[in-house]
Antibody
Framework: QVQLVESGGGVVQPGRSLKLSCAAS????????MHWVRQAPGKGLEWVAIISYDGNYKFYADSVRGRFTISRDNSENTLYLQMSSLRVEDTAVYFC?????????????WGQGTLVTVSS | QSALTQPASVSGSPGQSIAISCTGT?????????VSWFQHHPGKAPKLLIFDVSDRPSGVSDRFSGSKSGNTASLTISGLQAEDEAEYYC??????????FGGGTKLTVL
């Protein structure tokens, strides 16, 4: 069974940085575009970023562009989200999710999420 | 980037059919056939119900169907069951090659 396991969440002060990881198993990560999606407490799902299957293309939501960086290491079957200049409003559960090779929105597997809390 | 517009809540009785709309613009829903729908139970990973507007992944019940007209996509659930009670989200690709979720719709099975 395909598995995505996020890690790296925790409590961080505003303005600091945090790096999330998403370990993929039982499928070939390099064959899929990958997303990060978040859900703030009591709120809906919010799309954060996408990276192409080969890592050549990256796109971001306006709310995180310039502060967050999505990356991947296909040899290690791992997806990353480097978050900088964190704000209180970045507090959320962060999910990694698998799309089709050419990112058609066929987002068929999700991790269980990792909680990021930005608070002083 | 404002979220796609979904009704905050819908309800129906077991056996009935309901539809959830997802309204965007000519720069997202209206521009591409890359609209997907997810079912989300609290504390669990979202589940893909529909992709490419109306395609169903294998294993998803045919009680779930999708369609699109202009800038509005719709998810229809027929033969409502108690286990369908959940939050439902649409997502669409945008002309900026980003993605945009709807605000979510809470389905209550009466």
């Amino acid at each position: 069974q395909v598995q995505l396991v996020e890690s790296g969440g925790g409590v961080v002060q505003p303005g600091r940085s945090l790096k999330l990881s998403c370990a993929a198993s039982r499928f070939t990560l390099r064959s899929h575009a990958m997303h990060w999606v978040r859900q703030a407490p009591g709120k809906g799902l919010e799309w954060v970023a996408i990276i192409s299957y080969d890592g050549n293309y990256k796109f971001y939501a306006d709310s995180v562009r310039g502060r967050f960086t999505i990356s991947r290491d296909n040899s290690e079957n791992t997806l990353y989200l480097q978050m900088s200049s964190l704000r209180v409003e970045d507090t959320a559960v962060y999910f990694c999710a698998r799309d089709s090779r050419y990112s058609s929105g066929r987002i068929d597997y999700w991790g269980q999420g990792t909680l990021v809390t930005v608070s002083s | 980037q404002s979220a796609l517009t979904q009704p905050a809540s819908v309800s129906g009785s077991p056996g009935q059919s309901i539809a959830i709309s997802c309204t965007g613009t000519s720069s997202d829903v209206g521009a591409y056939n890359y609209v997907s729908w997810f079912q989300h139970h609290p504390g669990k990973a979202p589940k893909l119900l529909i992709f490419d507007v109306s395609d169903r992944p294998s294993g998803v019940s045919d009680r779930f169907s999708g369609s699109k007209s202009g800038n509005t996509a719709s998810l229809t659930i027929s033969g409502l069951q108690a286990e369908d009670e959940a939050e439902y989200y649409c997502i669409s690709q945008t002309s900026s090659i980003t993605w945009l979720f709807g605000g979510g719709t809470k389905l209550t099975v009466l």
